[in-house]
């Protein structure tokens, strides 16, 4: 079992940064691969970015490649969202998600709200 808690989320102006932050806790962190995903209002949640076990590979959703970046640390068993560039329509609630057989996610978060004002 694993938990997962988000951080980090808030409001900013557009152009602005932010990072996430998603603690985990429990067994065998460095077993999964992390994702963040996004759920605007009346919209389907979305796929942000994905981070392999070990933190060499990572992969991004066309809307945020080039602004957003995440990693993870595997001693402190956190991984991390950092938004540059932030746009209005990047306004949402944030989930990170852990893996253990991409793209199947086993655990969830419960969620940051993230609002980016024009």
């Known amino acids: 079992q694993v938990q997962l808690v988000e951080s980090g989320g808030g409001l900013v102006q557009a152009g602005g940064s932010l990072r996430l932050s998603c603690a985990a806790s429990?067994?065998?962190?460095?077993?999964?691969?992390m994702g963040w995903f996004r759920q605007a209002p009346g919209k389907e949640r979305e796929f942000v970015a994905r981070?392999?076990?070990?933190?060499?590979?990572?992969y991004y959703s066309d809307s945020v490649k080039g602004r957003f970046t995440i990693s993870r640390d595997n001693v402190k068993n956190t991984v991390f969202l950092q938004m540059n560039s932030l746009k209005p329509e990047d306004t949402a609630v944030y989930y990170c998600?852990?893996?253990?057989?991409?793209?199947?996610?086993?655990?969830w978060g419960q969620g940051t709200q993230v609002t980016v004002s024009s």
């Open positions: 998600a852990a893996s253990s057989a991409p793209p199947k996610y086993d655990y």
């Open positions: 429990g067994r065998g962190f460095t077993g999964f691969s």
């Open positions: 981070v392999s076990r070990s933190g060499s590979l990572s």
